[in-house]
Nanobody, 116 residues
């Protein structure tokens, strides 16, 4: 059974940094997508950053060079380094992994709160 567990969220002051981690347990055959999404209260879930199997990296327009997605395949980990955080970044951040077979996995989310 596949599980994704996010960690690293918390309360940080504006201008600060956080690194989110997503740990995967269980095997996923033919992963073709890994990403981070976020959802703020009253808003739709939106893409923060993603990898595709072809090596393409995509960031949400709001990132503006502040965040970096990375992965460690040997450790089954995906990371999101977030710098220059502002209160608008406050949200629950979710890890997502999908496979070519159509399987789509989500973590339970980690709360990021940025105070002004």
């Amino acid at each position: 059974q596949v599980q994704l567990v996010e960690s690293g969220g918390g309360l940080v002051q504006a201008g600060g940094s956080l690194t989110l981690s997503c740990a995967r347990s269980g095997n996923i055959f033919s992963i073709n997508y890994m990403g981070w999404y976020r959802q703020a209260p009253g808003k739709q879930r939106e893409l923060v950053a993603s990898f595709t199997s072809g090596g393409r990296i995509t960031y949400g327009d709001f990132v503006k060079g502040r965040f970096t997605i990375s992965r460690d395949n040997a450790k089954n980990m995906v990371y999101l380094q977030m710098n220059s955080l502002n209160p608008e970044d406050t949200a629950v951040y979710y890890c997502n992994i999908a496979s070519r077979l159509g399987n789509d996995y989500w973590g339970q989310g980690t709360q990021v709160t940025v105070s002004s």
